[in-house]
């Protein structure tokens, strides 16, 4: 499968488990290539983290150096991605799921297009002017949502029963939130 038809296909198989079809499992490319491939849904997330740290500014206060704030939020998301990439590597051996981790990490790049979309697809509400209520429901609902989707992603790719899913997408939140606070304390205050 060529690189263009691989991204495609592997895009639709995580639209798929995204709506809670475990066949679009069987669209993600899980050669070799495509395992490495999959890193490239850093790529397409940046557009939408930048969305997300904009919408953030719509109603609040826009940093001294916006861009500068714009270029660390990005590396910080793309540190805390590879972070998570290498922990799981490790911990895999441990859960008696070396073999798996290719697939897993593969549908977990994937989803994460699909996850960060939702996450901004929440925003939406707001950014129309609904009433604050409609505005966290929806934020809410799409944040519950993603987290579904990793969830499911892991046990559909990892061979991962209920709760060690759900360790997996706490790890995942944890190392976001802990480098996020990272960011916080090295960002300048106006």
Do not use: K
């Not at 491939?37 to 206060?61: K, N, Q």
């Amino acid at each position: 499968m060529n690189g263009l038809a691989s991204v495609a296909s592997s895009l639709r198989g995580a639209a798929l488990i995204t709506l809670g079809q475990a066949r679009g499992a069987l669209l993600i490319d899980m050669s070799p290539a495509g395992t490495a491939r999959s890193f490239w849904a850093i790529a397409f997330c940046v557009p939408i983290v930048v969305g997300l740290r904009l919408v953030d500014w719509v109603g609040g206060t826009v940093p001294p150096a916006p861009i500068a704030a714009i270029l660390r939020h990005v590396v910080v998301f793309v540190v805390a991605w590879l972070l998570f990439a290498e922990l799981t590597h490790r911990v895999a051996p441990r859960f008696g799921r070396a073999t798996l981790w290719p697939f897993m990490i593969t549908v977990w790049n994937w989803c994460g297009v699909t996850e960060n979309g939702l996450l901004l697809l929440g925003c939406v509400p707001g950014l129309l002017g609904a009433p604050p209520i409609v505005d966290q429901a929806a934020q809410v609902f799409t944040f519950g949502w993603a987290l579904w989707v990793e969830w499911y992603g892991f046990r559909l790719a990892f061979g991962a029963g209920p709760m060690l899913a759900a360790w997996l997408v706490m790890v995942d939140q944890t190392i976001g939130m802990v480098v996020s606070m990272l960011e916080m304390l090295a960002t300048p205050l106006s």
